[in-house]
Structures are given as structure tokens and as C-alpha cells.
């Protein structure tokens, strides 16, 4: 059941309590700052305010957050080079095959994609990662369990590149947004990357887990500061309510999310429509 069936089912023909409305909108997973400045904002408008106005501004509130259109991937870079996405995010959100539906769904439009297995502190993300390049055949570029992630993603730039490829997509390491070291270790990825082209990566994303609430709008806060982050992609939305970190992230830290993974299947990853998100999975 959705966000807004949930209050218009929980007030219909009784006055608006307030307190429970909060309360819905934070199990909605907006969380409490920007759930506070809706009811104030709802509070304040003239009129009616029964189950279904209220539904209503939610609504239009939370879509004048996230905007009405899709952002579109660049299709190139201006100085001609590849375009470089940098995915990071915590252990357990699906960032590996994040990644693999991302280069499955660019190719399937016909872009030409090269891989970077660039999470070198878990053996099996370098073979899970391998499999999938197999799978979509897609290049890929890897090295040995602990190896340097950050010539990884130098040595798949020159690959890139020397392919005239379309995109360059690199999988980093699962971590703990607290360890400061490993965030730091992100930051000379992106040093690194920048080598070979000073405005790469253009695209520096994180994967946040749609289920796991104001974690997903805490992760997101702390990558921010070490990747200045410019997208942000939701796994294991499915309708149930859920979801509202992606509304959350957006409205504090002004990142926007790019695609949402719904299933486990290479096909079920997809631009993020904020129309669509707000219609039939809020």
C-alpha cells in the first residue's frame, strides 16, 4: 500500500490528526526534517483539508522536490572521451549489480560500455562482476584480490578510451560510510581517474538500499563529503510504501536519483521517472 493510499485510508471521513500524519510520513521513510516542513506547509494552505486534500498536497509537495522529468545521461563528454560513473555505496545495498544493470540497460541503447572491478577487498565481487561482463558482453578490466582499486580504474580509463568507448563504469569497494580511511581511498580514485581526463569522473553516484530508511539519507550525507555526489541509484523499491529516502536525499543534499532497481533480473533497472515514483510506488 502507498504513501498517499495509507493517509487518505487512515483519515477518510475524520479530521486530519496531525501527530499521525507525521507519523505516517516518517514511516514513509521521509524522515523528520523534511516530513516537518510538509505538515507545516500543508497546515498553512487555505480550505478543506480532509483525507484526500491532504493526499493531495503531499503529493504535489513531494513532486515539486523531485522535479517532473527524467535527467538523461549525457551521451558523450565534450572533450570526446569516455563518460566515467563512480559507484560507491555500503556493503549489502546491491552495488555490483547495480552496476551490471546499469551497463546492461546503456548497452541494450546502444552505447558501448567497459567495465572496472575496482572492489578489490572482496574476491567475489571481482568474479560476481566478471560473470555479469561475460553475461552482457561488455569489457571488463580487473586485477587480484587486494589489489589497488585506484589502477583498476586508470588502467579501464586507458582501455576506455583507447576503444573510443561510450562509458566507463567503475565498481568500488562496499564500505562504511564512518571509516575515514576508506573514504579517502575513494577521493585518490577519483584523483586517479582524473589523470587521463580533468573533468572525469562526471558522474559520481552512490547505491542506497530503498528499504533501510534515514540510513539511506545518512549514507548518502557522508559519501557526499568525500565524492561531492551527483546521483544516486535506489535498489529493492517494490511498492510497499517505502522509498521516501529517495524524496529525503533530494530535499537535503540535492542529489538526484538517476535509476531504480526493483528485482534481482538484469532488466529490472530503469531511469528514475519522478512522475512514475510519485504515482505508483509513493
Not at 71 to 77: D, I, Q, V
Not at 87 to 93: F, H, I, L
Not at 100 to 109: H, I, T
Not at 231 to 256: F, M, Y
Request: net charge negative; proline share 3%; glycine share 8%.
Amino acid at each position: 500500500m502507498g504513501l498517499f493510499k495509507s493517509i487518505i485510508d487512515r483519515f477518510r471521513g475524520e479530521d486530519v490528526d496531525w501527530d499521525e500524519l507525521e507519523e505516517t510520513l516518517v514511516t514513509g521513510d521521509l524522515g523528520i526534517r523534511l516530513t516537518t516542513e510538509l505538515v507545516d506547509r500543508i497546515q498553512a494552505r487555505k480550505g478543506k483539508l480532509d483525507a484526500e486534500s491532504v493526499a493531495s498536497a503531499c503529493r504535489e509537495e513531494i513532486t515539486s522536490i523531485l522535479g517532473e522529468a527524467p535527467l538523461a545521461l549525457p551521451e558523450s563528454n565534450d572533450t570526446g572521451l569516455p563518460v566515467v560513473i563512480l559507484v560507491a555505496g555500503v556493503n549489502g545495498v546491491g552495488k555490483t549489480t547495480s552496476v551490471a544493470k546499469l551497463a546492461a540497460y546503456l548497452k541494450n541503447e546502444g552505447k558501448s560500455v567497459v567495465l572496472a572491478a575496482a572492489d578489490t577487498f572482496r574476491a567475489a565481487a571481482i568474479e560476481q562482476l566478471t560473470i555479469w561482463a561475460e553475461r552482457i558482453d561488455v569489457p571488463i578490466v580487473t586485477t587480484q584480490y587486494q589489489g589497488d582499486p585506484s589502477a583498476v580504474c586508470f588502467d579501464a580509463h586507458q582501455k576506455a578510451i583507447a576503444m573510443g568507448a561510450d562509458y566507463l563504469i567503475c565498481d568500488t569497494a562496499g564500505r562504511l560510510h564512518t571509516r575515514n580511511n576508506l573514504m579517502e581511498e575513494l577521493k585518490k580514485i577519483r584523483r586517479t581517474i582524473a589523470k587521463q581526463d580533468s573533468s572525469a569522473p562526471q558522474h559520481r553516484w552512490i547505491v542506497v538500499d530503498g528499504t533501510t530508511g534515514s540510513n539511506a539519507l545518512n549514507q548518502a550525507r557522508e559519501f557526499q563529503s568525500a565524492l561531492d555526489l551527483n546521483g544516486v541509484i535506489v535498489t529493492k523499491l517494490d511498492g510497499s510504501g517505502k522509498g521516501g529516502s529517495v524524496v529525503a536525499i533530494q530535499h537535503e543534499l540535492g542529489i538526484p536519483t538517476r535509476y531504480i532497481g526493483t528485482g534481482e533480473s538484469l532488466d529490472d533497472l530503469k531511469p528514475f521517472d519522478p512522475n512514475d515514483f510519485v504515482e505508483t510506488l509513493l
